[in-house]
């Protein structure tokens, strides 16, 4: 029998699986790295390394950084220097301690030493001076924007630099939403002008170093950006919705990038949620996207659920089909 990383490699290859890679099975998420700072639950907030104010509200899924006139961390795109401060706190080794120990103990036979990665770099630029100015200033702005993508940029080489001589990751985990649920936030032209050349300076110093697998998360539209996830070297994109005609992509681009997602968690994961419905979404994709070059899964990422019970409902009904399509 296939481990579930040798059966993902069966899947990403156009190979022989020997059932779907269920959900994040091939992945160990090792959440103990120095990141920045993040809300720990609903009704919290918190400030973070950046400067930024995260607040998660009670009653909604999740954080989402303040953009105020006070609370604004770049209040001029011009003047983006005088105002971002770039941290320096994984530069601790004592801040590795349990990150290492907890990546000594994973079976490589089986998954992934993986890391996750949020800010990504266009969610970075947004979460500074919110969505509108963002936007605005690829437009309005754009040599004072290559700047701070480039500043960030820098982190991220930096950071990885020490990710790898502490950790040795396998997989790397960016978390980056390009789109709404019908379409991307910018143009291809604008992604491949502003954010193409740093993520390829990214994955390839990852891909030279040890990792082995590369997943961007977006659950969104962004079937028109999946020719510069190709070039900026992901083996995976997660969280595609079905508004991206999943099985279209998979005849186009199978092969060349995998597609993960497929259960919208917007219509599965609520409070009201039940198996039948769960199984009517694992059924119809499956069936839809084949046994190759795409792997079921929640669109949220990670392995987790906003609602108890969901993402093992999902995994549940994966393992069902595996057996009848298999």
């Known amino acids: 029998m296939l481990t579930a990383k040798q059966n993902l490699q069966e899947t990403i290859k156009g190979g022989n699986p020997e059932r779907f890679v269920n959900q994040n099975e091939f992945l160990e998420f090792v959440y103990e790295v120095p990141m920045t700072s993040y809300c720990p639950g609903p009704g919290t907030e918190i400030v973070d390394e950046w400067g930024i104010l995260w607040r998660w509200p009670e009653g909604q899924l999740g954080p989402f950084p303040v ?12 003047e983006w220097k005088k105002y971002v401060k770039v941290p ?24 992934y030493v993986t890391i996750m ?13 919110g969505m509108e100015d963002a936007l605005m200033g690829l437009y309005e702005e754009p040599e004072a924007m290559h700047e701070l993508i ?19 990751p396998t997989a790397i985990y960016q978390h980056d939403d390009l789109g709404s649920q019908i379409s991307s936030f910018m143009s291809p032209d604008v992604f491949k002008e502003f954010f193409l050349p740093s993520y390829k300076k990214i994955f390839s110093f990852y891909k030279e170093n040890g990792v082995e697998l590369i997943l961007h998360h977006s659950d969104s539209y962004a079937a028109n950006l999946v020719p510069s996830m190709i070039e900026m070297g992901v083996d995976i994109w997660q969280g595609v919705m079905t508004t991206n005609n999943i099985p279209a992509l998979i005849k186009e681009y199978g092969g060349k990038i995998t597609f993960m997602g497929g259960i919208h968690s917007g219509e599965v994961d609520f409070p009201e949620w039940n198996e039948a419905i769960i199984k009517e979404h694992v059924d119809r994709i499956c069936q839809e996207c084949g046994k190759l070059y795409f792997i079921p899964n929640l669109t949220q990422g990670a392995d987790v659920s906003s609602f108890p019970g969901v993402y093992e409902a999902v995994t549940a009904e994966i393992d069902r089909i595996s057996k009848e399509m298999f």
Do not use: R
């Not at 006139?69 to 770049?74: S, T």
């Not at 990665?117 to 001076?129: Q, V």
């Open 117 to 129: 990665f949020f800010p990504g770099i266009f969610e970075m630029t947004h979460s500074l001076m």
């Open 88 to 111: 320096d706190h994984y530069k601790n080794p004592d801040a590795w301690t349990d990150a290492k120990e907890h990546a000594k103990q994973i079976d490589q036979n089986e998954k």
């Open 67 to 78: 953009h105020d006139a006070e609370n604004k961390v770049i209040k001029d795109i011009t």
């Open 150 to 168: 480039d500043c960030y940029t820098n982190y991220l080489l930096d950071y990885a630099k020490v990710l790898v001589a502490e950790i040795e």
